[in-house]
C-alpha cells in the first residue's frame, strides 16, 4: 500500500516536498519511483531509487531541480522539488515494482492514489 502527501498549490520558482508513505513487506521490492501525469497524456517518469540507494536517476526535465529519497526504516519516499515551473502542475504517484524496466509506468505494480501539485505561474 502506498499513499502519497504533500500536494497543493505552489507559486512557480516555490518548493514543495511530497511524501509517500509505503506499508507491508518490501522483500520483493527494488525501485521506488515518482511519476507524474496530467489530463490527456501518459504517466510521465519523473525519478526512481532503488531500495539499496545505489542507483537513483533523474527525467531529464527535472534534473537539477528535484531530489528523490528515502528512508527504509520510516518506510517512506520523498520528492524534494524546487524552482518548480507551472508545467509542473501535474498529479503526481508514488510507484514500486520488483527487478526489471524501471523507467516504464506500465512496468510497475504497486500504486499510490496520486496528490495534486499545481504550480501558479
Known amino acids: 500500500h502506498l499513499a502519497e502527501s504533500g500536494g497543493g498549490l505552489v507559486q512557480a520558482g516555490g518548493s514543495v516536498r511530497l511524501s509517500c508513505a509505503y506499508s507491508?513487506?518490501?522483500?520483493?521490492?527494488?525501485?521506488m519511483a515518482w511519476f507524474r501525469q496530467t489530463a490527456g497524456k501518459e504517466r510521465e517518469f519523473v525519478e526512481l531509487?532503488?531500495?539499496?540507494?545505489?542507483?537513483?536517476y533523474y527525467g531529464d526535465s527535472v534534473k537539477g531541480r528535484f531530489a528523490i529519497s528515502r528512508d527504509n526504516a520510516e518506510k517512506k519516499l520523498y520528492l524534494q522539488m524546487n524552482t518548480l515551473k507551472p508545467e509542473g502542475t501535474a498529479v503526481y504517484y508514488c510507484?514500486?515494482?520488483?527487478?526489471?524496466?524501471?523507467?516504464?509506468?506500465?512496468?510497475?505494480?504497486?500504486w499510490g492514489q496520486g496528490t495534486q501539485v499545481t504550480v501558479s505561474s
Open positions: 510507484a514500486a515494482r520488483g527487478t526489471g524496466q524501471l523507467f516504464f509506468a506500465s512496468e510497475y505494480q504497486y
Open positions: 507491508g513487506s518490501t522483500n520483493n521490492l527494488y525501485a
Open positions: 531509487i532503488t531500495l539499496d540507494g545505489n542507483y537513483l
